[in-house]
């Protein structure tokens, strides 16, 4: 085996998993949004089909939990900070130190918003929720519980 069989083999195999990771990224997606889209329906939120846009997904999102609070302080127009705050992490995140900690933040913000969901809709598993949330966030659980609560109503 030459050199170039044994690159061709390994850009065919790198390509396979790619293509894998592509489809299973668009099946998360999907389950995603119509779990938010249904939850957003069934709580009468104004233009649900915002839940298929991302970022956008993100003002539906907080239209559901409605506020957060982090200590004492409460987070104004969550329906605002969530998306802005998306975009300013995913702008500034790259920028050493602040940008790190920007980005920081929004994640911390972002599971705080997501384990009020998850109490709001399924309090006896939230905190489970969330931790799977987060350590299996590489394979995309909170998209899946979305899917899961899709036709729930709010417990709390």
């Known amino acids: 085996m030459d050199s170039n069989t044994g690159a061709?083999?390994?850009?065919?195999?790198?390509?396979?998993?790619?293509?894998?990771?592509?489809?299973?990224?668009?099946?998360?997606?999907?389950?995603?949004?119509?779990?938010?889209?249904?939850?957003?329906?069934?709580?009468?939120?104004?233009?649900?089909?915002?839940?298929?846009?991302?970022?956008?997904?993100?003002?539906?999102?907080?239209?559901?939990?409605?506020?957060?609070?982090?200590?004492?302080?409460?987070?104004?127009?969550?329906?605002?900070?969530?998306?802005?705050?998306?975009?300013?992490?995913?702008?500034?995140?790259?920028?050493?130190?602040?940008?790190w900690l920007i980005y920081l933040a929004y994640v911390v913000l972002l599971v705080i918003v997501f384990y009020k969901l998850f109490t709001i809709y399924r309090p006896q598993q939230a905190t489970l929720w969330i931790v799977l949330s987060i350590v299996l966030s590489f394979i995309g659980m909170p998209f899946i519980f979305l899917f899961i609560m899709r036709n729930d109503r709010p417990v709390a």
């Open 8 to 99: 061709f083999a390994l850009l065919a195999i790198f390509g396979a998993f790619a293509f894998v990771f592509f489809i299973l990224a668009i099946v998360l997606y999907v389950l995603g949004s119509l779990g938010l889209y249904k939850l957003a329906q069934n709580t009468g939120i104004e233009n649900p089909w915002l839940a298929w846009i991302p970022i956008a997904n993100l003002y539906i999102l907080a239209k559901l939990v409605k506020s957060v609070k982090l200590g004492s302080f409460e987070v104004p127009s969550l329906e605002i900070v969530l998306p802005v705050g998306c975009l300013a992490a995913a702008i500034l995140g790259n920028i050493p130190v602040i940008g």
